[in-house]
């Protein structure tokens, strides 16, 4: 699938053979969607509010840091939410299990984007391969909860929500507009106008679109953590950048746009991290994502820098979720 990734973007000759296979998943997608609206097959409700924080696409879109967003500032508008994930390339026993992700947890027990939800510190994090199960399961831990975020999810049907929110990335967003394998869709465009807010991350917003910016200035070390710097610390130094996440050269972007030129280093979204990864001798310091950094501590040295961002969004759009799960 990582190899294909290079022509969701274009049209070539390679998608007369995979185009009848997105065709045939399309309808597959149609029908599963029509197979729970019906009721023919049974979703779960919960009892507190559910917001699914989505995409219709594969690869990196901005989920993450719009649900920690989202979370901030429905706690200052005095709710109690929490999150729920499946996680990624989890243990056998937490893919089966329901359970809450702990700051002491590794990424390859709990996955990278929860355990970074879970050392943000604003609410409970729990992770497992059955949503409605996790979700009860954290009810049950924390009857304060009263309202529940879903870190992704969007084509996870068995779990009744009360908002969707798909999350687009503003540079690429919909690739040639098919459905893998031969474009980047889960799910048909077509599909956003079931949702009740669509966030642009980065990039030209349209119509009733929410804009989303990520914003990071500063740098604090991996080895040293109370240590920060900003960008003016790096001027002159030999910089190298490394970024295993859905959409790589937007992190590079950033470094560029605070004026840092780096020796870009791309993985695959999720790559799991070694030190032999990140050994560049001629550098000065090697700045990496907040992500990868989580996978990245235990071999952290004092040249590892990480940028912290975080989402800005606008006040209408938790104002809108407020509205829904109250009307």
């Not at 190899?3 to 296979?21: D, E, F, N």
């Amino acid at each position: 699938m990582q190899r294909l990734q290079h022509y969701w973007y274009r049209i070539t000759p390679l998608h007369l053979l995979l185009l009848p296979i997105s065709l045939f998943l399309r309808i597959l997608v149609a029908l599963r969607r029509v197979l729970y609206r019906t009721g023919l097959l049974a979703s779960i409700k919960l009892p507190v509010p559910v917001v699914i924080i989505g995409n219709i696409s594969v690869g990196g879109t901005g989920k993450t840091p719009l649900t920690l967003a989202l979370v901030q500032q429905l706690i200052e508008a005095g709710w109690h939410p929490a999150i729920i994930s499946r996680g990624y390339r989890k243990s056998s026993v937490s893919s089966l299990t329901p359970r809450e992700v702990l700051l002491g947890d590794k990424a390859d027990e709990v996955g990278d984007e929860p355990l970074l939800m879970r050392q943000r510190n604003l609410c409970s994090v729990w992770i497992g391969s059955d949503r409605p199960a996790v979700a009860l399961a954290l009810l049950q831990a924390h009857p304060e909860c009263d309202i529940l975020l879903s870190d992704d999810g969007l084509q996870h049907y068995r779990l009744r929500r009360d908002v969707e929110i798909a999350v687009v990335d503003g540079a690429r967003r919909f690739g040639n507009g098919w459905l893998i394998p031969a474009g980047p869709l889960r799910e048909p465009v077509s599909r956003l106008a079931s949702v009740d807010a669509v966030v642009v991350n980065g990039g030209e917003v349209r119509g009733a679109e929410f804009a989303m910016q990520l914003n990071g200035t500063r740098f604090y070390n991996l080895l040293n953590p109370n240590e920060v710097l900003t960008a003016e610390a790096f001027i002159s130094m030999n910089l190298h950048a490394c970024a295993g996440i859905g959409h790589p050269q937007r992190f590079f972007n950033h470094l560029q746009q605070l004026g840092l030129h780096c020796t870009s280093h791309a993985f695959a979204d999720h790559h799991p991290f070694c030190a032999n990864d990140l050994e560049f001798p001629d550098a000065d310091a090697l700045f990496l994502t907040e992500k990868d950094a989580v996978k990245c501590a235990a071999f952290a040295t004092e040249k590892m820098w990480v940028l912290r961002v975080d989402a800005q969004i606008s006040p209408q759009l938790v104002q809108l979720i407020i509205k829904k799960v109250t009307s």
